[in-house]
């Protein structure tokens, strides 16, 4: 693809879950950047200021800020779960600065986050009939923000998400085929070819994917292959805080501090199966437009941005 703005409509297939996205520049007005919709909670009234006095339960895991003198961040069971204790948990992850976002920390405090991450993946996989762990964070109202105070959230579930099934079952295949992670396969065509590629550390890639599902969608990826993020130590775990925070730093400055969504994708909780054939990764979607009918209709996304004009204006 030439680097002028190309305003031909495309259809693109993912190479891994095989599902097809429509690419229609054409349909965007330009990149008119406005940020997120503001969502104002007085400090004092913010129940994640202190979520012991505002009635939630003692938090799971605290850890500390050592230059503070004071907690950096404590994850605490859902006061209003999506799912109940007998079916698996719903744990959310409160980070102590009120206006302060993950993309303003610095990368020992989102390595510090991931290590917590890890933890509890590890401690809730230790839980009966638990299948899969979702890791996810919501920034912003139109990502599906109801709290103004920054927080992830952690879901333990005694069932594969279909989307996830889908992954792991195309993952799997391609291996018996052709003794290859698909997920290997397509990162070393992105680092030959460079054109999606947004950043890179010894240990990590950040791309637009080619078949992205949300205008400047990235993806963090590592480059050795490794199906469980929750088993991931130095220097992987730091190279991944590196490559967050740039991929943050950078939606935040070039798109001026839209909404999104981050997640992150990993093998299903092993225990009777390694899972080998998978890769982990991330991915981080801003959200700009409201899901249509012809996407609900269809499942089949409309994207107004093209990754590589995505990848140029991220590396700019």
């Known amino acids: 693809m ?4 190309v305003t031909d409509s495309e259809f693109r297939q993912d190479p891994i879950s095989g599902d097809w996205v429509l690419f229609a520049p054409l349909r965007g007005a330009g990149h008119n950047f406005k940020g997120r919709a503001k969502m104002e909670l007085a400090k004092s009234k913010c129940p994640f200021e202190n979520p012991a006095k505002s009635g939630n339960k003692p938090p799971v895991l605290v850890y500390q800020d050592k230059n503070k003198n004071d907690w950096f961040l404590q994850i605490i069971p859902n006061k209003h779960p999506a799912i109940g204790p007998e079916l698996g948990s719903h744990e959310v992850v409160i980070y102590r600065d009120h206006e ?3 993309a303003d920390f610095t990368k020992e405090e ?6 917590a991450f890890q933890e ?3 401690s809730l996989a230790q839980k009966r009939n638990i299948e899969y762990i979702s890791i996810f964070h919501n920034h912003g109202k139109e990502a599906g923000s109801t709290m103004a105070h920054p927080h992830s959230q952690i879901l333990a579930l005694p069932i594969l998400p279909p989307y996830i099934n889908r992954s792991i079952n195309a993952s799997q295949r391609y291996f018996q085929e052709h003794n290859k992670c698909t997920h290997c396969e397509m990162l070393n065509k992105e680092l030959k070819e460079k054109k999606r590629v947004v950043y890179q550390n010894d240990n990590m890639v950040v791309i637009t994917p080619f078949a992205s599902r949300a205008e400047f969608e990235l993806a ?3 480059k050795n292959h490794s199906a469980h993020f929750e088993k991931i130590k130095e220097p992987e775990l730091s190279a991944l805080a590196d490559a967050l925070k740039v991929a943050l730093s950078k939606i935040y400055k070039k798109l001026k501090d839209p909404a999104f969504n981050f997640f992150i994708h990993t093998a ?5 199966s390694s899972h080998g054939y998978y890769h982990w990764h991330m991915e981080i979607m801003p959200k700009f437009d409201i899901v249509g009918g012809f996407e609900l209709s269809t499942g089949l996304d409309i ?3 093209y990754p590589e004009e995505a990848a140029e204006i991220f590396r700019k």
Do not use: G, Q
């Not at 030439?2 to 703005?5: G, L, P």
């Open 2 to 5: 030439k680097n002028e703005k």
């Open 100 to 102: 302060r976002h993950l």
């Open 110 to 115: 989102i390595k510090m986050v991931l290590s």
């Open 120 to 122: 509890r993946y590890k």
């Open 220 to 222: 963090i990826l590592p």
């Open 268 to 272: 299903p909780v092993a225990k009777n």
């Open 303 to 305: 994207v107004t941005v």
